[in-house]
């Protein structure tokens, strides 16, 4: 994730593929409706059983989740500096995770608002933890609907309800090694456009050392974000298919475009000396302080994200590098890329949402989203925002901003996490395993079926 991110996506992937998923989603099961909260945790007022209303006055004391503290308590000073007649307390979140979360909402307890990964929405929302945030949205006075990506609004919405109010995100781009490129014989200006020119490229950078080890590799799932098996995902949506179909209602990774998708992972893989020799390299390499493959000149070409710039910038001033939109197919013709970024959760035991509602209407402002993001290194939700953080740095950030309406992201449905660890065993066990891909794909499908119908039997949260 971006320089000291706190997004923690690789821990995500990583616990993922550990199984750990399995028994984040079974505490995330919905159960019987929670209790009403005591009379000092009730709304001043509201508009519907369980959604408060900003009415008659924000004021007190209000307490925000976010799961860094440098990030945190700025966010926290510079909203109480502004003297609003509120006062923020910042406390230590989460983000691709809900065990915390989890439990304060168990105690009745949670925070008045918490800054989260954007796929917690439907998981979160049939335990009826969040207040549905429709009416709210409609009346914001710092920000329209909009004003956000039209992708992110996709991301936010369920059942027709607006759960969060996205806050920031991440394209990817294609890096590319200049150095490494005139090293192997190729022309630095001519960067790979399409994945068999990509391919190509990657096979003539790839070097190994007298002992026949690696020492340099084209490109890996094992470096760069998305990491590992999501990079499957990349590659299926290139080939014009998805993990599931428009209603949410079927997994759909055993397609004809699924099976192109691990062909293809598979075969740059073993053009470059196979899939397990790539994850020991890159996972063995030892480097300085603020150093990645990338900048150490081990990896070639990588789809990576703007995160990596304070580093680039600190650590490899001299780094020799471009960037362009990622591969395509040809005849598809869509751009490899894949995104994330996390948003404001509202949670119906919080204790002052008035005041609450204000703090994001604070740090929505556009100049303000703006600003917090350049310092973050990060995209903001909001387009014009967005349009203006690229402006602060257009050499580095136009080609990010050119795609956020396009990027794709894992779907968002209760139970997605637990059906991604489908997705790595599956991945593991043909670029590993040398399985069959057909086959594994097909296993893959039925157990991620298995936990799509029994989320799509939950409650509509209301």
């Given at each position: ?230 990079m499957f995902l990349t590659v299926l949506w290139c080939y014009g298919g998805d993990m599931v179909n428009g209603d949410m209602s079927k997994i ?53 994200g703007a995160w990596v710039f304070p580093n680039y910038a600190k650590y490899s001033p001299d780094l020799n590098y471009g960037m362009i939109p ?74 990010f901003v050119s795609t956020a309406n396009t990027v794709r992201w894992i779907p968002i449905f209760a139970g997605v996490l637990e059906t991604l ?42």
């Amino acid at each position: 994730m971006e320089g000291p991110r706190i997004l923690g996506r690789r821990q995500f992937l990583i616990a993922v593929s550990a199984g750990a998923a399995g028994a984040l989603l079974a505490a995330c099961a919905p159960k019987a409706s929670p209790q009403p909260a005591s009379e000092e945790q009730q709304p001043v007022a509201t508009s519907a059983p369980g959604q408060p209303t900003l009415a008659p006055q924000a004021n007190g004391e209000f307490v925000f989740w976010y799961p860094d503290e440098t990030r945190g308590t700025a966010l926290q000073d510079e909203f109480n500096k502004a003297d609003l007649g509120m006062t923020a307390k910042w406390e230590l979140g989460e983000y691709d995770t809900n065990t915390k979360t989890m439990a304060a909402l168990a105690a009745g307890t949670p925070p008045d608002t918490s800054y989260l990964g954007r796929w917690q929405t439907c998981d979160l929302a049939v335990r009826n933890a969040l207040v549905c945030l429709d009416d709210y949205v409609a009346k914001a006075k710092s920000f329209a609907w909009n004003n956000i990506w039209e992708r992110l609004q996709k991301d936010s919405i369920s059942w027709g309800k607006k759960w969060i109010i996205p806050y920031t995100t991440d394209t990817r781009a294609l890096f590319y090694h200049k150095d490494v490129m005139v090293n192997a014989g190729l022309d630095p200006e001519k960067p790979p456009k399409t994945w068999d020119e990509l391919q190509q490229m990657a096979v003539k950078i790839t070097k190994r050392d007298a002992g026949g080890r690696l020492d340099t590799i084209g490109f890996t799932p094992s470096f760069g974000n998305p990491p590992v098996y999501l990079m499957f995902l990349t590659v299926l949506w290139c080939y014009g298919g998805d993990m599931v179909n428009g209603d949410m209602s079927k997994i759909t990774v055993a397609s004809s475009e699924g099976e192109q998708a691990m062909t293809f992972l598979k075969g740059i893989m073993d053009a470059q000396g196979g899939y397990e020799d790539a994850v020991a390299f890159t996972k063995n390499l030892s480097l300085a302080e603020g150093i990645d493959a990338f900048s150490a000149g081990k990896v070639g070409l990588a789809l990576n994200g703007a995160w990596v710039f304070p580093n680039y910038a600190k650590y490899s001033p001299d780094l020799n590098y471009g960037m362009i939109p990622g591969p395509v197919f040809p005849d598809k013709n869509i751009v490899a890329n894949y995104d994330g970024g996390g948003g404001w959760f509202f949670f119906k035991k919080g204790h002052n949402f008035p005041a609450a509602w204000q703090f994001l209407e604070f740090i929505m402002d556009k100049d303000r989203q703006a600003k917090i993001c350049d310092t973050w290194a990060t995209i903001p939700s909001r387009s014009d925002s967005g349009e203006a953080w690229a402006k602060l740095d257009e050499q580095h950030r136009r080609v990010f901003v050119s795609t956020a309406n396009t990027v794709r992201w894992i779907p968002i449905f209760a139970g997605v996490l637990e059906t991604l660890s489908h997705l790595a065993t599956m991945f593991d066990n043909v670029l590993i395993g040398g399985k069959d891909i057909k086959g594994e794909l097909q296993t893959a499908q039925q157990n991620m079926q298995l936990i799509l119908d029994k989320a799509n039997s939950f409650p509509v949260p209301s």
